[in-house]
């Protein structure tokens, strides 16, 4: 015998469940960012274990085949750097920092930090990759993994601000035009344009929704044609970097500033070197150089700016008696 009741509920469930998502509040772009950050460490991760690995273990792959892997690893984790070097920049350090050892403090104790990370992982495989090395790559490898599931707890548990994307953003300008461009994230690799591209567009996805929320119609598009740019003209030695500095770089993080302000976002404003209203790297005030000052009785002064240039120019305080500061820092040669 039918029973007309449960058909009667599991129509008005369905009829609920309809009605939930089509009047439900829209996913605020703070979370679509966290959701979007959670998802290229997600594919970071399972790229690094169940491609890059699975490929150093079996002994079949060549080093032009590795090296090809590690481009791509790379390029997975520069679709979310904007991220990990503003919200979990000490994992960032293990993951892509120089590959030098480091000093630090752990608690009240001086401790030294062996490299570790993408840059290392770079060394063993360019310019030739020395089979004798794999035990240590699948080490380093094993190591990045571990690094991977830190982020994962940090995004799976951290809300994210509207202020904190605008500020990491720009300051994802600044580091593609210090460090990407440059040559300093892949100095052996030299895939630094593609690099730069990827993290572009990482950020062009994060902020299209604010673009959209602003009525900004040229970010996006200054967006695109930087990354065409970076994609067009990829050998790095002759790579013009004035003309994309002051062309795209420049004109990108102002374009950002403004939208910022145009959403009247509400920001938590911090101590730091680089001033967070900075539009450019090269405004006149875009550092705070009392930033790092212990007290106000240090702070800068038009005294201490005279002794400073007399000090540097100063002679006698060379061992010689013979040369100075400015001796090799030279003011018309913009103090190289």
Not at 1 to 29: D, N, Q
Not at 84 to 89: H, P
Request: aromatic fraction near 12%; glycine fraction near 6%; charge should be positive.
């Amino acid at each position: 015998m039918k029973k007309p009741w449960l058909l009667f509920m599991l129509m008005a469930a369905v009829a609920g469940y309809s009605l939930f998502i089509y009047t439900r509040e829209p996913v605020s772009p703070e979370r679509q960012v966290s959701a979007g950050i959670l998802s290229q460490v997600d594919s970071l991760s399972v790229f690094t274990q169940t491609v890059f690995i699975p490929a150093v273990k079996s002994g079949k792959a060549d080093g032009r085949q590795l090296r090809q892997l590690f481009l791509r690893m790379r390029i997975l984790y520069k679709r979310f750097e904007w991220a990990a070097e503003y919200f979990t920049g000490s994992t960032s350090r293990f993951v892509n920092g120089p590959p030098v050892e480091e000093i630090g403090f752990v608690g009240p104790l001086v401790q030294s930090f062996r490299p570790e990370g993408l840059q290392v992982v770079e060394a063993l495989l360019f310019p030739r990759y020395d089979t004798t090395s794999r035990r240590q790559l699948l080490l380093e490898l094993e190591k990045l993994t571990g690094r991977y599931d830190a982020y994962g707890a940090y995004y799976s548990n951290i809300p994210i601000a509207n202020w904190q994307v605008f500020d990491a953003s720009k300051l994802e300008v600044f580091r593609v035009l210090t460090l990407g461009i440059t040559g300093f994230d892949d100095p052996l690799s030299l895939n630094s344009m593609e690099e730069c591209a990827a993290a572009l567009e990482s950020l062009k996805a994060v902020l299209s929704p604010y673009a959209k929320m602003g009525r900004d119609d040229t970010l996006v598009p200054l967006m695109d044609s930087t990354i065409t740019y970076l994609r067009r003209n990829k050998k790095f030695n002759s790579f013009d970097r004035a003309y994309f500095i002051t062309t795209f770089g420049n004109r990108l993080s102002g374009r950002i500033t403004r939208l910022e302000k145009k959403l009247n976002v509400p920001e938590i404003r911090y101590n730091r070197l680089l001033r967070q209203d900075a539009r450019t790297l090269f405004d006149t005030n875009a550092f705070d150089v009392n930033a790092f000052a212990p007290g106000p009785e240090y702070f800068l002064s038009k005294q201490k700016i005279t002794l400073g240039k007399q000090l540097f120019a100063d002679k006698a305080l060379s061992g010689t008696g013979t040369r100075s500061c400015a001796s090799c820092h030279q003011p018309a040669r913009a103090f190289t």
